[in-house]
């Protein structure tokens, strides 16, 4: 069955920290993985996107890594800011019938 | 504006009534899409419209749950008999190509956060 696990389920960090979020996914045949950020009361919005043959990709302070062979891909966030506080959702689409698996994100709670 | 947007924003409405909820997508995007999302939860596929015809309509919960394109543009998510478990935003996206390729973002409108009384 395609999944998409993600860890952890909330994280709670201070201004200026880094971290990073894990995706776990069992999606095959893997056809492309995104992240999106999802601020309180709004729709989603993308920040990457990589496919089977990128192993990595930032957008600012976000970098994005993809290992296909593991079926992991992580977001680290540096030098966290207020405004990262947020929903950050993992999703992987299916070659076979490009079907978006969506996971049920990791909220994350930047503290001042 | 040139984002996606959804009408109306808040809807309450009694248990036992039908309700319409509107997408008008970006100009140009010939995918649609409608998830559901109950507070603090994932996103929920709905449905998935490429141009005017619903090639996925796999996520819909019921039969009390339809949904139509017209013109290649404005989509409508129709509930009827409406129940409380209903209670949720209903977000829809639109995206220029195909659902799923390598090149395919989703923009998402704000949501309608329909409650069920």
């Known amino acids: 069955k395609n999944q998409v696990e993600q860890s952890p389920q909330s994280l709670i960090i201070l201004e200026g920290k880094n971290c990073t979020l894990q995706?776990?996914?069992?999606?095959?045949?893997?056809?492309?993985l995104r992240w999106y950020k999802q601020d309180t009361g709004r729709g989603p919005v993308s920040l990457t996107i990589?496919?089977?043959s990128e192993n990595t990709k930032s957008n600012g302070r976000y970098t994005a890594t993809l290992d296909a062979d593991t079926k992991q891909s992580s977001l680290h966030i540096t030098a966290s800011q207020l405004s990262d506080s947020a929903s950050y959702i993992c999703?992987?689409?299916?070659?076979?019938?490009?079907?978006?698996?969506w996971g049920a994100g990791t909220k994350l709670i930047i503290k001042p | 504006g040139a984002g996606v947007s959804q009408s109306p924003s808040n809807k309450v409405t009694e248990k036992g009534k039908d309700v319409e909820l509107r997408c008008d997508p970006i100009?140009?995007?010939?995918?649609l899409y409608w998830y559901r999302q109950s507070l603090g939860q994932g996103l929920e596929f709905l449905i998935y419209?490429?141009?005017?015809?619903?090639?996925?309509k796999s996520g819909l919960p019921s039969d009390r749950f339809s949904a139509e394109r017209t013109g290649g543009s404005v989509s409508t998510l129709t509930i009827q008999r409406t129940q409380q478990e209903d209670s949720a935003v209903y977000l829809c996206?639109?995206?220029?190509?195909?659902?799923?390729?390598?090149?395919?973002?989703?923009?998402f409108g704000p949501g309608t956060r329909l409650t069920v009384l």
């Open positions: 996206a639109s995206s220029p190509s195909s659902r799923g390729g390598p090149t395919d973002t989703q923009y």
């Open positions: 100009s140009g995007h010939t995918a």
């Open positions: 419209f490429q141009g005017n015809s619903a090639p996925d």
């Open positions: 995706c776990n996914y069992t999606v095959s045949p893997f056809s492309n």
């Open positions: 990589m496919t089977f």
């Open positions: 999703v992987v689409s299916a070659l076979s019938n490009y079907q978006l698996i």
